[in-house]
């Protein structure tokens, strides 16, 4: 994925007045989209940079994607029509 994009994305999320981001783990597909397995908020704080921004997300990455990995590796995932469940 282009480091550009996420750059973009950071800077766009501190000056439009967003009040969070979040962080999503999925299956990985063609399209790097799917069904969401974890996800974590990120609020965009006063005085954010998309410096400080990215960081939390990172912070937010080091959380979700151990419990995604986990609960594939306990062979809990099912994906059902589309749909993701988890037993």
């Known amino acids: 994925m282009p480091v550009l994009r ?6 766009d ?3 439009k007045a967003n009040r969070k981001t ?3 783990a ?3 597909n063609a399209d790097d989209h799917g069904p969401i397995i974890v996800q ?8 954010d940079t998309p410096d400080t921004l990215a960081a939390r997300d990172f912070e937010a990455e080091c959380d979700a994607y151990p419990e995604a990995i986990r609960l594939f590796a ?4 099912k994906i059902e029509n589309g749909r993701l469940r988890i037993g």
């Open 40 to 47: 974590r908020a990120v609020p965009v704080l006063e005085g």
């Open 22 to 24: 979040g962080k999503s």
């Open 74 to 77: 306990e062979g809990r995932l």
């Open 26 to 28: 999925h299956p990985p």
């Open 13 to 15: 999320a501190t000056q």
């Open 6 to 11: 996420f750059c973009l994305f950071f800077r």
